[in-house]
């Protein structure tokens, strides 16, 4: 592991065809210890053969990938151990039921006895699953069904912790437990890596996201890094006391670190720039010049969503216009 | 040691999966005693043996072999709702998966057996031996190995449609070219030289005689068939293994079957 022996999770070269299609075409990443990861990717950026490669489900087609060390392809009974995945869509036998799941779970994981009831009972009422606990699987509800995939995790805790789309089917107030319970699970010392195309879901709990498309990182970064790595990401809505005249367009335009200035109304424009703090001083010295006095300025930084669509191919200006 | 427990803990699943299913078990253990005993009686006053004692070892192998048959359906379902690829991420290598299956469907095969011979029991005294017993180790491996078709039908049936089709195909034609309900002496009468091979050596024959020489006192001879019965479940056991073994790998390497 040497370079990467900060990393729980750490790829090389990473990459699985299916015929001439690339699912993942060279992946070279890695997930330090102890972080939450969030994969952030349309449909079929390659998100989840990811995750189904890193957990051995897949095995890839060239490359490979280390988890706690271990290989992927040479190793994979001890990435089995370390590394546990909640799948997209709940895997479960319809007559089974959701204590006897998650009991069969734990003791694959070498829970015994009192420890594994304890473990299961916890669980489950956590996950506010305990009354259902004796339903057969079939007649658990969608939302009811993902939690369970999910709670999987929570019986045994493994040092790599994937979840793929884990909230899902489940309803808000389900969204917000469990996003707490997988913030917990970092913080008692699991690697969590969890692949969405939610943004929000990216926003409440990624240390550092990642952007994935056909199969390819396109960037991995803190939310704040992403945010300010974009052009023209901070919005700021100007009014005026005077009206917008074209030489007043003129003047912001040519202002540094603008890179689109339009006219919202009569007295007001809205502008899209490189960094506003230090726009903003330019801009009133400009404006000043002209005998213009700004009487309203507000600012508004990219939302993650911005981030996604510049990341994954339409300017962020677009979808502000 | 650990691993191990883990191959037989996913036995266990499995096999409990095939007990859940209620209606089809009961379904099964209807249609199993209702034949032991509507056709055994009938027949038994048109042949000139006793066919009760013929018939009955009879129904309790074609049981075993329904219910050892049914870890296919499990696979299937399995594959198709992705419990499979759940099995492939625990602690324990694709060959315990692979076993674990075969197991479940040995035990499953061999109890379901056991509660048929249960029930010949009261009608038939000579079955309640140790011979019987004794034969039950032998009654494991065979569901094993008809679990092995199973396999191979897993293989080649990409849908769900096909299995049932080629499921019910091999079954009845197993069940047919077999001494289960006909000695051989008739089969022999009426079947080429070709298919009376195929029936004398069909596992379905071997278990089925086996428990005849039991139920006909003659221990020794129960013996004597126990080898080629060995010897055909562990070849069909060995079809199991490389099947089952293959359509996991392609599961891992296509994402599917």
């Known amino acids: ?321 | 040691m650990s691993q191990f427990r883990g191959m037989l803990r996913i036995a266990r699943v499995d096999l409990s999966y095939f007990f859940r299913t209620k209606w089809l078990l009961g379904t099964l253990i209807g249609l199993n005693v209702t034949d032991m005993f509507v056709v055994g009686i009938v027949y038994k006053g048109m042949m000139s043996i006793n066919y009760f004692d013929f018939y009955a070892p009879g129904v309790i192998i074609t049981g075993l072999f329904f219910a050892s048959f049914d870890v296919g359906r499990r696979v299937h379902l399995g594959l198709t709702e992705g419990v499979s690829q759940y099995y492939l991420t625990l602690p324990v290598s694709l060959n315990e998966v692979v076993m674990a299956h075969l197991i479940s469907a040995g035990l499953g095969g061999a109890i379901y057996a056991g509660i048929l011979t249960g029930v010949a029991m009261a009608f038939i005294p000579q079955l309640a031996t140790l011979s019987t017993l004794l034969l039950i180790p032998f009654m494991f491996i065979l569901a094993m190995g008809l679990a092995g078709i199973a396999a191979v039908l897993n293989l080649f049936s990409k849908t769900g449609d096909r299995y049932w089709v080629f499921a019910d195909g091999l079954q009845t034609a197993l069940v047919s070219l077999s001494t289960i309900a006909y000695p051989l002496t008739i089969v022999s009468s009426y079947l080429p030289p070709a298919l009376v091979t195929f029936v004398e050596y069909n596992p379905l024959s071997q278990g089925a005689e086996a428990l005849r020489t039991v139920i006909n006192g003659a221990p020794s001879s129960a013996v004597f068939n126990l080898p080629a019965l060995l010897l055909t479940s562990l070849a069909l056991l060995a079809v199991g293994v490389v099947s089952y073994r293959h359509v996991f790998t392609e599961l891992r390497d296509a994402g599917k079957l």
Request: charged share 25%.
């Open chain 1, 1 to 321: 592991m040497s370079s990467s022996s900060e990393n729980s999770v750490q790829t090389f070269n990473l990459t699985k065809s299916y015929g001439e299609a690339k699912a993942l075409d060279s992946l070279t990443l890695g997930v330090r210890r102890g972080e939450i990861l969030v994969i952030l990717g349309p449909n079929g950026s390659g998100k989840t053969t990811f995750l189904h490669l890193i957990s051995t489900v897949l095995r890839p087609t060239s490359g490979t990938a280390t988890v706690m060390g271990y290989d992927i392809v040479k190793q994979p009974l001890k990435v089995r151990e370390s590394i546990g995945i909640s799948f997209q869509d709940p895997r479960g036998f319809w007559r089974h039921k959701p204590y006897h799941i998650l009991s069969f779970h734990a003791s694959m994981y070498g829970l015994r006895g009192e420890e594994r009831s304890k473990a299961v009972e916890d669980t489950l009422k956590d996950f506010e699953l305990w009354q259902s606990r004796n339903k057969r699987f079939m007649e658990l509800s969608g939302g009811q069904a993902k939690r369970l995939e999910v709670a999987k995790l929570f019986v045994h805790r493994p040092d790599v912790a994937v979840f793929d789309e884990p909230t899902a089917m489940v309803d808000l107030e389900g969204k917000r437990m469990i996003w707490d319970m997988i913030r917990q699970l970092r913080e008692k010392g699991s690697t969590v890596i969890v692949a969405t195309n939610e943004v929000r879901e990216a926003e409440y709990l990624a240390d550092r996201i990642c952007i994935m498309k056909d199969g390819k990182e396109l960037v991995m970064e803190s939310l704040m890094t992403l945010k300010d790595s974009i052009t023209g990401g901070d919005v700021v809505d100007l009014e005026m006391s005077a009206p917008v005249s074209e030489e007043i367009l003129r003047a912001v335009r040519d202002v540094p670190g603008t890179v689109r200035a339009l006219q919202g109304g009569e007295r007001s424009l809205r502008t899209f720039v490189n960094r506003s703090e230090d726009w903003l001083p330019l801009m009133m010295t400009a404006m000043q010049g002209l005998g213009v006095r700004v009487s309203s300025i507000r600012v508004s930084e990219p939302s993650l969503d911005d981030v996604f669509l510049h990341y994954t191919g339409k300017e962020v200006v677009q979808s502000h216009a």
